[in-house]
């Protein structure tokens, strides 16, 4: 009879301390967002496929030397210039990253002396289609100027 009893109240104890973290839980603020109508802000520290920087207005900061193409170990990125008439600096014309082969080894941001590229926060990147990967950076950075 009195471990009848002692059950009862075991159960009614662990009831109470289960609906007590239940309750607490609820009231909390969520800690989850509703992606992907609603998407968080990385940390500074987040390492995202990389992007060309831009001066104030607008036009990239690279100026063509090579480097980062050469730096990465995966070949992952493509440059392309022009050297206008007349001119002695080359012109960027095209920079594509192949990012189904970056290890984000952060190898080319660390070789450019001109603050030209750094990581991005970007992480809504889901596709099934490969070509979705091969990223245009410099036309990406053309349409954040427009
Ligand atoms: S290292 Fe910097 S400046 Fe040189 S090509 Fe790469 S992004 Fe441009
Ligand atoms: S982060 Fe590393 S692997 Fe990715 S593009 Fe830069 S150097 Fe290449």
Excluded: Q, W
């Excluded at 009848?4 to 800690?31: A, Q």
């Excluded at 509703?34 to 992007?51: D, F, K, N, W």
């Excluded at 060309?52 to 050469?70: F, T, W």
């Excluded at 392309?80 to 970056?102: A, I, Q, W």
């Amino acid at each position: 009879m009195i471990a009848y009893f002692s059950d009862i109240y075991h159960g009614l104890i662990s009831l109470l301390v289960g609906m007590g973290i239940t309750f607490r839980e609820f009231i909390k603020p969520p800690v989850t967002v509703a992606y992907p109508y609603e998407t968080l802000t990385m940390c500074a520290r987040y390492r995202g496929h990389i992007e060309l920087l831009a001066d104030d207005e607008g036009n990239p900061n690279c100026v063509v030397c090579g480097l980062c193409e050469r730096a990465c170990p995966s070949e992952c990125i493509s440059i392309t210039s022009v050297k206008p008439e007349g001119s002695k600096k080359k012109v960027l014309t095209g920079y594509t990253l192949d990012f189904t082969r970056c290890s984000l080894c952060g190898s080319c941001v660390e070789s450019c002396n001109f603050s030209a590229i750094a990581f991005s926060r970007e992480y809504n990147l889901a596709s099934s289609r490969k070509e979705d990967f091969h990223i245009d950076l410099f036309k990406r950075l053309e349409e954040k100027k427009r």
